[in-house]
């Protein structure tokens, strides 16, 4: 066994190495980006990001293939699922106001190569959603003059035939992005009016459809007779919910531009709710009025809206659609540029991604670098891939980082509190709001004492009171004793210390959580993959298929239950998700099955970008990294107490020195009188 320590050491620091943490500054409101960002701004880059073409194509396609109708039930439970991952990124861009997103959350709490790999799998899925949605626009007005564009371009320009490629290069795709990634450079000022300008545009075209709709609708049309409301059952609401769920994807733009809001801990919370609401109440009374004015299996999917008010005789309204769309469609390429080189950014200047994307512009404020080079990459994605290719490559980052989010935010409520000073360099605070120190008893950095408990508290540290009466007395030994059973976050709870203290006692403050967290991700996984896979693929016998599902939900519920038993942090004046850890489980549940309803295909192109991934981060982060270098730095100096004959207690401090050259050391004897030394 002792043989085994040395040779262990080495893999054990390079665990600890992959799996360290981001260290916070004690001012996380310090920025070299402009914070000039308010909430309207914040709510409508996330209405931007939200409601796209999704509006006018998702809601035809799925009322006709997949749910009827029940298309309104499958995007107000979609809505509510996204609710749970959008609580997630709120409550972390309040208490981490830094840009970054998932990547910054994940490196907060989970360690540093995961952090990378969802930052790396975030900039593809930005990337290919920009290149999508302008193909998508390229389409939209190529549609409107009759495919003039695609015949000219290929007579006059070129034609290919190559898998996976279009059959010609969509020029007007990556001019359009070329043009917006222009823009976005001139600074946040000039993204957000542009965004306001085509929200703007987009909603009074949606209250245009919903008015003018309602007027045309006929409830004839969810009657028994058209096939009634929900002509495929449940299974179809259901199935049609994981397509709905997509059209909620865009939300943690705002979480992305937390760095740049006014007054994060505020605003962010605002802002996700009131984006969120807005695109589900959009979604919601469109697809209602779509499948009102013409029977639902009658739908064109490709132009359900304008389709339906041409067959109602008001062929004029589609042109109003179509602006609508193009304007709903710009609104989401400006939030896929707008993050993508804000996620960029924060790699960067962490040192995982190359140090050349942190330099930000002292004019505009935003790293122009970052935009102009992303945004020509994903012109060349449009120009030359076709739209289905590229899409068939979404979503399975996204759901990544949601599932990291809410597992992080399990871990970050759940973890003991630190000193600025507990680490080498750099303080860990992660709430904003955490300014005072709560060292000392009765201090102003404790918001939630109250003057009874710092007179108590004040009376363990040795000063005396006077009491006017035997049942002040009384109150103050009961507040007391509230004041003691009171624990550190991490720790088991006082009322569970009977039961599960010989159990789960002796463990330190946060490894059971982050033990838990753990074992809820596995059995997350494999119950959806018995869910999904049970039946088809594994032809699994009816009595192994009803056993293995009881085994692995017991085992989420279980892992939720012995984080539950944990203290949690209580004292942030952020925004907080209610009811952790069930809600972040619960979305870690839905995101893993949806991942594994994906296709195979999609899985494959995953698993060699994660490749790709790891071949620069180890190629180039983990040895620019900033904690590395912060850890190197703590490490140049070592101390060591000597106790001498006298009983004298003699600190001395040694250089870490290169082998060969002379260690100098200085030798401290501490008076009795000095203050202890802090290490």
């Known amino acids: 066994m002792a043989l085994c320590v040395p040779a262990c050491s080495p893999v ?131 549609s409107i003059f009759n495919h003039r564009i695609q015949n000219f371009t290929e007579s006059h320009v070129m034609r290919w035939d190559v898998p996976f490629l279009a059959h010609y290069p969509d020029l007007l795709a990556a001019g359009i992005l070329l043009v917006a990634s222009m823009f976005i450079s001139f600074g946040v000022r000039v993204s957000s009016w542009l965004n306001h300008i085509f929200s703007g545009v987009s909603m009074v075209v949606i209250t245009f459809i919903l008015v003018f709709g309602f007027m045309l609708a006929d409830p004839a049309n969810w009657s028994a007779r058209e096939g009634g409301f929900a002509p495929y059952g449940l299974s179809g609401v259901m199935a049609g919910t994981a397509t709905c769920f997509y059209a909620f994807v865009g939300f943690d733009v705002i979480a992305a531009s937390s760095e740049e809001a006014r007054d994060p801990q505020k605003a962010i919370p605002i802002a996700t709710a009131i984006s969120l609401g807005l695109a589900a109440t959009a979604y919601i009374l469109v697809s209602t009025v779509l499948t009102l004015m013409v029977p639902w299996h009658t739908l064109d999917p490709n132009s359900a809206l304008s389709d339906a008010f041409f067959r109602r005789g008001y062929s004029w309204a589609g042109l109003i659609v179509a602006v609508g769309s193009i304007c709903a469609m710009n609104t989401v390429l400006l939030s896929n540029l707008f993050s993508l080189p804000r996620i960029v950014y924060a790699m960067a200047e962490d040192g995982l991604f190359f140090s050349i994307f942190s330099r930000v512009n002292p004019v505009t404020k935003v790293p122009v670098i970052a935009i102009l080079v992303f945004g020509s990459l994903m012109a060349l994605l449009a120009l030359i891939f076709d739209l289905e290719a590229l899409v068939q490559f979404l979503s399975i980052g996204t759901l990544l980082a949601y599932t990291f989010v809410a597992a992080s935010v399990i871990v970050l409520r759940f973890q003991p509190e630190k000193s600025s000073s507990a680490s080498g360099g750099g303080g860990t605070k992660t709430d904003a709001s955490s300014t005072a120190s709560p060292s000392q008893p009765g201090s102003q950095g404790d918001p939630c004492m109250t003057r009874s408990e710092t007179q108590t508290l004040a009376q363990e540290a040795g000063e005396l009171k006077e009491y006017e009466s035997f049942s002040d007395k009384l109150q103050l030994v009961e507040k007391q004793k509230a004041v003691r059973e009171r624990r550190a976050p991490g720790m088991l709870k006082a009322r569970w210390e009977p039961y599960l203290g010989s159990l789960l006692g002796d463990c330190e403050p946060g490894d059971v959580v982050a033990f838990s967290v753990l074992a809820l991700m596995v059995s997350a996984t494999s119950l959806c993959a018995v869910l999904v896979f049970g039946n088809s693929y594994l032809h699994l016998p009816t009595w192994s298929f009803i056993l293995l599902l009881v085994v692995f939900s017991l085992a989420f519920f279980i892992s939720l239950i012995l984080i539950w038993v944990h203290e949690q942090q209580t004292k942030t004046k952020t925004f907080q998700v209610p009811l952790v850890p069930f809600v972040p489980g619960a979305s870690i549940l839905l995101n893993v099955f949806l991942m594994l309803k994906l296709s195979a295909l999609t899985w494959l192109r995953f698993t060699i970008w994660l490749a790709a991934g790891l071949l620069v981060y180890f190629g180039y982060g983990i040895w620019h990294s900033k904690e590395g270098l912060r850890e190197l730095q703590g490490n140049d100096v070592s101390a060591r107490y000597v106790v001498l004959p006298s009983g004298s207690l003699v600190e001395t401090v040694q250089n870490v020195q290169p082998e060969g050259h002379a260690h100098t050391h200085a030798t401290h004897t501490p008076d009795t009188n000095d203050p202890p030394t802090s290490r």
Do not use: H
């Open 12 to 142: 054990a620091r390079f665990c600890q190495k992959l799996n360290r943490l981001k260290t916070l500054e004690d001012d996380v409101m310090a920025t070299s980006l402009k914070r000039c960002l308010s909430t309207l701004d914040l709510a409508l880059l996330g209405v931007g990001g939200m409601v796209g073409s999704g509006l006018y194509v998702l809601t035809g396609t799925v009322a006709k293939d997949t749910a009827g109708p029940a298309v309104v039930l499958s995007f107000l439970i979609a809505g509510v699922a996204s609710l749970m991952a959008a609580l997630c990124y709120a409550e972390f861009g309040a208490r981490v106001p830094k840009t970054g997103s998932a990547y910054m959350f994940t490196y907060v709490s989970v360690g540093e190569i995961w952090a990378f790999l969802i930052g790396w799998n975030v900039i593809l899925e930005y990337m290919i959603g920009g290149a999508a949605v302008a193909r998508a626009w390229s389409g939209y007005l190529d």
